[in-house]
């Protein structure tokens, strides 16, 4: 039981908290009417997205019982039956676009997008440099998307290229230690990571920590963000974002540890205190004021 459940890879599901963002931004996450509808897509997107977990393991077997970490996996370690395995992938896909027919037919589509999507990028498209991390990226965006859908809220260009530009950076970061790797043991557990190599990723990374910092600095003083949030003290928040990526670069660039941008997420101190202290940050200026009214 316990390697099925690591084959759904359920750390993984914090990534679809993106579904929560356009919510938290309008200032109506903890609304009960917006909540439920939220855990919903939450609960049908993790259940999708485990779907596609299984398939990629049930794929990469050969490829992950050369890799240090990968092949600690259930199917590469051959804890857990690829028959199995297969047969949980097809009830996870049934289970997740059940619950998608709870809510808006936009959420349906969008939900199947990203599958197909999936389904594609584990098959072979991400063997394609520079194509890989796109997909990656897109994967997060439409999360971001199907929160607005569920709760009918526009999203911001802003957030949009936020979400966007934030997940491109994470997944650059994560092939950063495809390509360190791959020159240590001359192996390469990706086919794309040849079309890779340190200054280009080294490069990208520091060019999109920049653009991200500067976006979400012009989200904060965007007259439209401002009104909307009914504060011009937004901006005050951006020290965090820099604090995180700063730390972020660090993990990366000094500690030569970027694999798992999710195991950063859970286990590193600094970045769990950032991500609390501009949540904190943005209740202060954009929640509290609300709830004394």
Not at 169 to 178: G, P, Q, T
Not at 197 to 210: A, Y
Not at 233 to 244: E, K
Request: proline share 3%.
């Amino acid at each position: 039981m316990t390697a099925y459940l690591k084959l759904i890879r359920p750390h993984q599901w914090v990534k679809n908290l993106f579904i929560f963002v356009p919510a938290f931004f309008a200032h109506n996450l903890f609304d009960v009417n917006t909540l439920i509808p939220l855990i919903l897509g939450f609960v049908s997107f993790s259940a999708v997205a485990s779907s596609i977990y299984i398939l990629n393991d049930y794929k990469d077997i050969a490829t992950d019982k050369l890799h240090p970490e990968k092949r600690k996996r259930p199917l590469a370690s051959g804890l857990a039956s690829p028959s199995i395995a297969l047969t949980l992938m097809v009830v996870l896909v049934f289970f997740g676009f059940g619950v998608s027919s709870m809510l808006p037919r936009m959420f349906s589509f969008i939900l199947l997008l990203y599958f197909i999507l999936n389904i594609g990028y584990s098959l072979g498209l991400k063997n394609i440099s520079i194509l890989d991390v796109l997909i990656v990226a897109f994967g997060f965006l439409l999360r971001a998307v199907s929160g607005g859908i569920v709760i009918s809220i526009a999203i911001s260009q802003w957030l949009i290229i936020m979400v966007f530009l934030l997940a491109i950076f994470l997944a650059i970061a994560k092939r950063r230690d495809d390509v360190k790797m791959y020159l240590l043991s001359g192996k390469s557990m990706r086919k794309s990571i040849a079309e890779y190599n340190l200054e280009f990723v080294n490069t990208s990374l520091s060019m999109l920590c920049g653009v991200i910092i500067v976006a979400y600095l012009m989200y904060t003083l965007s007259p439209d963000v401002q009104t909307r949030m009914n504060s011009d003290n937004i901006y005050l928040t951006t020290i965090f974002v820099i604090a995180g990526m700063l730390r972020y670069l660090q993990i990366t660039f000094v500690e030569n540890n970027s694999g798992s941008p999710t195991k950063i997420l859970y286990s590193d101190k600094f970045i769990i205190f950032t991500i609390l202290f501009w949540l904190l940050s943005f209740y202060i200026i954009i929640y509290l004021p609300h709830y004394i009214k």
